[in-house]
């Protein structure tokens, strides 16, 4: 099942935060929370499964939003937007120093603040993508990045998140039942909501590259953690049959342990 990204507001303006809420929320993404400080930033991250916050440069208290931002990618790396508006070299050289995913400029708006929700993801989940295991103490957001792809599948933990509606939403990998293509789309298929996404679906299992999520047939791929029953030329899942194509029918075997 999809879910809102999950948002933190870091804005010591009462009314700012409130219109940014409102804005958010209006684009189909969940506000989680809200602080004006950064210690209670850093308390509301660690109770909640935060996806990405947003956060002004120059809140008041015993830390700036710098600061704030810094100790919360020490607890958990997430996606960070500094809101700001001009600011002095010193204070922008701090901020660069944490690598943030986007920075938003006051006055806020909508179409401002939706550019930089979608390029934060795109940012940090590309990233993420390109730490070297062997390397961990890399920081992801030093990483160069490559050109975006047109139609984007991000990928953060146990989740991925696809462009739905004019916004990205968040997919369990587990509660993915199966891709089907069909001519230049590729349909990602859950209990509940079937997202279409422009991408073959040969383009689709490349980029989730998931080991579970298997081809079975030139039109269908199953989530193996899905599948019930299956016999010579069909799989069975809870709430679909799908064909198993013949030459598809041996890399599907493999995956099975014969006792």
């Known amino acids: 099942m999809a879910t809102s990204i999950n948002i933190l507001i870091i804005e010591d303006e009462a009314v700012l935060s409130m219109d940014l809420s409102d804005l958010l929320e209006e684009e189909g993404y969940f ?13 509301l991250h660690r109770q909640n499964q935060i996806d990405l916050a947003l956060c002004d440069i120059h809140i008041k208290g015993e830390w700036d939003g710098i600061e704030t931002a810094e100790r919360l990618l020490a607890e958990r790396a997430i996606p960070i937007i500094f809101l700001t508006a001009l600011t002095d070299k010193l204070t922008l050289e701090r901020a660069m120093r944490l690598y943030p995913a986007a920075y938003l400029i006051k006055p806020v708006t909508l179409p401002g603040l939706r550019a930089a929700v979608e390029l934060a993801l795109r940012t940090f989940t590309q990233s993420m993508a390109k730490v070297p295991d062997s390397n961990p103490g890399v920081s992801p957001a030093a990483v160069v990045k490559e050109e975006v792809p047109s139609e984007p599948i991000l990928r953060i933990d146990d989740a991925v998140f696809v462009k739905h509606k004019y916004q990205f939403v968040k997919i369990k990998i587990a509660e993915i039942e199966y891709l089907e293509a069909d001519s230049s789309y590729t349909f990602l298929v859950t209990s509940q909501h079937r997202y279409a996404l422009r991408l073959t679906i040969s383009q689709v299992l490349t980029r989730l590259n998931l080991p579970r999520l298997v081809r079975i047939h030139r039109s269908y791929a ?36 014969v006792q």
């Open 31 to 43: 506000v989680t929370a809200t602080a004006n400080n950064g210690p209670k930033a850093l308390s």
């Open 222 to 257: 199953v989530n193996l953690n899905w599948v019930s029953t299956f016999n010579e030329r069909e799989v069975c899942l809870p709430t679909i049959t799908l064909p198993l194509g013949r030459l598809y029918k041996p890399d599907f075997m493999r995956h099975f342990t």
